[in-house]
């Protein structure tokens, strides 16, 4: 158990990489590539933001997963009030094209085409699924609090066989606007961990007034739990290292997280709409 603390602990501070910041734009692509300063045949990872987010609300998770060598790109598309979702899935998997197709940085820079994987908060996160059910190679997929989509996330995620962590939070059971729940139920093998005390919206870094006035809370402990657990999660599947197998492994009890109640009932259509009420 110490150890399994003492991994975690120091995953949600920054790594040891000096990290770079590029843009995507000389591909065509709106957005940002943040990649450790140098090293060849890293891990990747295309993020996909949520419902009127950008990549810019997402610069502080970008930069700790590049800071512990995981080249992190982020498209800046599909931003307006109706966004696609399979839109934005097809640019998640060009973003991972683009990354292992060329070097980056000063040259000194290179993604492996075998360590990429696909990663997306809310809306972002449905997309990842959806450009992993497609005919993108990856090797991890995560979905950071999943909102519901068209097409399906759910009907999505029950096709992969791709290793998978999706992030819930305590109300997930009686929300209409996520199915983290009920992606992870049908995906085979994934690992799904309910993040305790977390509102799924506080992993964007938007300007809140409690921040700016120098009050830290609910916020900051979301950000640095998730960024523990899906750096953890990406460098045991894309980096094989052998030392975060835990934070694959779905039996695993992790800090700051907890497991659903396997006997709870489930919570029907008429009891989620009522909830909205109290």
């Excluded at 501070?13 to 591909?27: S, T, Y």
């Excluded at 990872?45 to 790109?73: K, N, P, Q, R, V």
């Excluded at 990663?119 to 497609?134: K, Q, Y």
Aim: hydrophobic share 45%; charged share 20%; with cysteine.
């Amino acid at each position: 158990m110490a150890r399994k603390h003492t991994a975690f602990s120091a995953l949600t501070r920054r790594g040891p990489h000096q990290v770079l910041r590029g843009d995507l734009g000389f591909a065509g692509i709106p957005g940002s590539v943040f990649t450790p300063a140098e090293g060849f045949h890293l891990p990747g990872i295309a993020f996909g933001h949520d419902w009127m987010c950008d990549a810019e609300d997402y610069i502080g998770t970008l930069e700790h997963l590049a800071s512990w060598g995981i080249a992190a790109a982020a498209p800046d598309t599909q931003r307006g009030l109706v966004p696609s979702a399979l839109t934005l899935s097809h640019d998640l998997a060009s973003t991972l094209d683009v990354i292992s197709g060329v070097r980056l940085g000063n040259g000194q820079i290179s993604v492996a085409a075998d360590k990429l994987g696909l990663v997306g908060h809310g809306f972002g996160g449905a997309a990842a699924i959806l450009a992993a059910a497609g005919e993108t190679t990856v090797a991890a997929v995560a979905a950071l609090f999943p909102t519901v989509t068209k097409p399906s996330a759910e009907a999505a995620a029950a096709t992969l066989t791709v290793p998978g962590l999706v992030l819930a939070s305590p109300g997930d059971a009686t929300s209409l606007r996520t199915d983290a729940l009920e992606v992870a139920a049908g995906w085979d093998g994934v690992v799904l961990q309910v993040v305790d005390k977390a509102d799924p919206s506080d992993l964007a870094e938007k300007r809140k007034l409690s921040r700016l006035l120098g009050f830290r809370g609910s916020t900051d402990n979301t950000q640095k739990t998730v960024r523990a657990l899906l750096t953890g999660f990406l460098l045991f599947h894309l980096s094989d290292d052998e030392e975060y197998q835990e934070f694959a492994d779905a039996g695993a009890e992790l800090p700051g997280t907890s497991k659903p109640d396997p006997d709870a009932p489930p919570v029907t259509l008429e009891e989620r709409i009522a909830s909205l009420f109290r």
